[in-house]
């Protein structure tokens, strides 16, 4: 179980994590929920329905981690033989796509990163030292997502775009900068296949 996650009795999945590897994810998922943010109001609104009709951004974010984690819904038509009117046609689309659909996006990112810091806070106020995280099947899939967001994020600031930086990336030597944030990347990525393994029946 060390490193990786193994399906459990029931449904949902275990891993053994050390104190740092804890200490690790936490601190990531702690920075994803700040890049991505409060949300429209800042905090929780008094009107519920107010907060259902409330509408999003219709401009991409200039963050390039947030335009990964939320990118245009419509590619449409693109190089030269697209014109100039279909290249606005697409940008109204995605706008208008945008402006119904980020917040509740958003929303679902902020949940699944927040359900990897409570699992954590869990495991650490249980006991000292490494423990046996034990994650429902619903929490399972919340983890899913908030890893394949980490990686996103990560993979972004790397500027990964393909499977030949990734291999670039394993040859690093020690003292390059990045070679802290490449472990980790690395390592999410583990964590993560494994998660899926688990999942699938």
């Known amino acids: ?30 920075q994803l929920l700040e890049l991505i943010g409060p949300g429209p109001g800042g905090d929780a609104s008094d009107d519920p329905l107010a907060e259902l009709f409330a509408e999003g951004p219709s ?20 190089g030269e033989e697209a014109t100039v009117d279909q290249v606005d046609e697409q940008r109204a689309h995605s706008a208008e796509f945008r402006r119904f659909t980020e917040n509740d996006l958003r929303a679902g990112k902020r949940e699944d990163a927040l359900a990897v810091i409570r699992s954590l806070d869990a495991l650490t106020s249980a006991g000292e030292g490494g423990a046996v995280l034990k994650l429902s099947p619903e929490e399972s899939l919340r983890w899913m997502r908030a890893l394949n967001d980490l990686r996103l994020a990560i993979g972004i600031r790397l500027d990964i775009t393909d499977e030949e930086d990734t291999d670039l990336l394993y040859r690093l030597p020690d003292e390059d900068p990045r070679k802290p944030m490449v472990m980790a990347y690395l390592w999410l990525g583990g964590l993560q296949e494994t998660l899926v393994e688990t999942l699938m029946p």
């Open 59 to 78: 401009e991409p974010p200039s963050d390039p981690v947030l335009q990964r984690l939320f990118p245009d819904a419509y590619g449409g038509p693109g």
């Open 1 to 30: 179980m060390p490193g990786h996650f193994e399906p459990i009795p029931g449904g949902g999945a275990a891993v053994a994590l050390d104190e740092v590897e804890i200490s690790i994810i936490r601190s990531l998922a702690v």
